[in-house]
Nanobody
Framework: DVQLQACGGGLVQAGGSLRLSCAAS????????IGWFRQAPGKEREAVSC????????YYQDSVKGRFTISSDNAKNTVYLQMNSLKPEDTAVYYC????????????????WGQGTLVTVSS
């Protein structure tokens, strides 16, 4: 079975850092893109970042550029999201998801989703 497990969330003060992990199994990791999404209370889910595992190409939402870094370890089938200079606005449940081929360009292209991990940033 395809499984995506997100972990690493927690409570951190504004300006602090946190690293999220997404462990994947059940599919050919190198053939997929892995994206991070988040959903804050009262808001729609939004894309944060994604990485194309085959060539390590990365993409970021404007609001996190310069603060967040996505990376992958193909040997471990794991994707990371390093979050620095965290803001209260970053508070959300963070999800990782997998998309095949070129389907990473849209949220609709992500076929597999993890359970999410909660990040809370205090002011």
């Amino acid at each position: 079975d395809v499984q995506l497990q997100a972990c690493g969330g927690g409570l951190v003060q504004a300006g602090g850092s946190l690293r999220l992990s997404c462990a994947a199994s059940g599919f050919t990791f190198d053939d997929y893109a892995i994206g991070w999404f988040r959903q804050a209370p009262g808001k729609e889910r939004e894309a944060v970042s994604c990485i194309i595992n085959s060539d390590r190409s990365t993409y970021y939402q404007d609001s996190v550029k310069g603060r967040f870094t996505i990376s992958s370890d193909n040997a471990k089938n794991t994707v990371y999201l390093q979050m620095n200079s965290l803001k209260p606005e970053d508070t959300a449940v963070y999800y990782c998801a997998a998309a095949a081929g070129s389907d990473y360009v849209s949220e609709k292209g992500y076929d597999y989703w993890g359970q999410g991990t909660l990040v809370t940033v205090s002011s």
